[in-house]
Nanobody, 122 residues
Framework: QVQLVESGGGLVQAGGSLTLSCAAS????????MGWYRQAPGKQRESVAT???????NYADSVKGRFTISRDNAKNTVYLQMNTLKPEDTAVYYC????????????????WGQGTQVTVSS
């Protein structure tokens, strides 16, 4: 089996910073793209930032210049550094990874973390 475990959420004042981490573990052959998504109350889940295995990144317009996504391939871990946080960044943040598991070589599957709450107070 494959698991994604997130950490680093919490409560922060507007203008503050947080760093989220997500580690993939289990029967992994290869990890393709990884990313962070978020879902605020009453809203659809949206993409925040993604990063390919080669390090190419993509950001939502609302977080460009404030958030930075990175990954450590040796640790199967993706990070999201969030600076200058705003109340509108409040949401549950989910980690996503596109993984080829050892038990299904050649097939790419979407895996999700359990979500971590980020609350930004004004």
């Amino acid at each position: 089996q494959v698991q994604l475990v997130e950490s680093g959420g919490g409560l922060v004042q507007a203008g503050g910073s947080l760093t989220l981490s997500c580690a993939a573990s289990g029967s992994i052959f290869n990890i393709n793209a990884m990313g962070w998504y978020r879902q605020a109350p009453g809203k659809q889940r949206e993409s925040v930032a993604t990063i390919t295995s080669g390090g190419s990144t993509n950001y939502a317009d609302s977080v460009k210049g404030r958030f930075t996504i990175s990954r450590d391939n040796a640790k199967n871990t993706v990070y999201l550094q969030m600076n200058t946080l705003k109340p509108e960044d409040t949401a549950v943040y989910y980690c996503n990874a596109k993984i080829v598991p050892r038990y299904a070589f050649g097939s790419l599957y979407d895996y999700w973390g359990q979500g971590t709450q980020v609350t930004v107070s004004s």
